[in-house]
C-alpha cells in the first residue's frame, strides 16, 4: 500500500502560481511513477502530468504545458505541482496518483494509488 496526501490547494487570482504537495508513505514510494489529475465541477477527471520513477521523464496534458512543471524529491518522498499563470479554468480539486506499470501516458485506469485531492479555486 501507498497512501497519499496532497496539501497546497487554496483560493488564489488569475495569473498568480501554487504549488501542491503529495507526501507519499507505505510501500517503496521510488519504485512509483506519480501522476497529477484534476476533476472540475461537473467534469470527468482528467490528466495534468506525470513523472517517471526516476525522475527522468515527464508528461504534461497540453492544456498545462508550460504553466505547470511536476517534480519529486525522493528523499522527502513527495511530488510537488509547480502551477504558474492560474487560470480560472484550472479550478478543480486535483489528485495525486501512483502506478507501477505502464507509460507517463498510461490512462488513469492504470493508477493503483490516490489520494482524497485538495482544492485548487482560480477566481476575481
Known amino acids: 500500500q501507498v497512501q497519499l496526501v496532497e496539501s497546497g490547494g487554496g483560493l488564489v487570482q488569475p495569473g498568480d502560481s501554487l504549488r501542491l504537495s503529495c507526501a507519499a508513505s507505505?510501500?517503496?514510494?521510488?519504485?512509483?511513477?506519480m501522476g497529477w489529475f484534476r476533476r472540475a465541477p461537473g467534469k470527468e477527471r482528467e490528466f495534468v502530468a506525470a513523472?517517471?520513477?526516476?525522475?527522468?521523464?515527464?508528461f504534461y496534458a497540453d492544456s498545462v504545458k508550460g504553466r505547470f512543471t511536476i517534480s519529486r524529491d525522493d528523499a522527502k518522498t513527495t511530488v510537488y505541482l509547480r502551477m504558474n499563470s492560474l487560470k480560472p479554468e484550472d479550478t478543480a480539486v486535483y489528485y495525486c496518483a501512483a502506478k507501477s506499470v505502464g507509460s507517463l501516458r498510461a490512462p488513469m485506469m492504470l493508477y493503483d494509488y490516490w489520494g482524497q485531492g485538495t482544492q485548487v479555486t482560480v477566481s476575481s
Open positions: 507505505g510501500r517503496t514510494y521510488s519504485g512509483y511513477d
Open positions: 513523472i517517471s520513477r526516476s525522475g527522468g521523464n515527464t
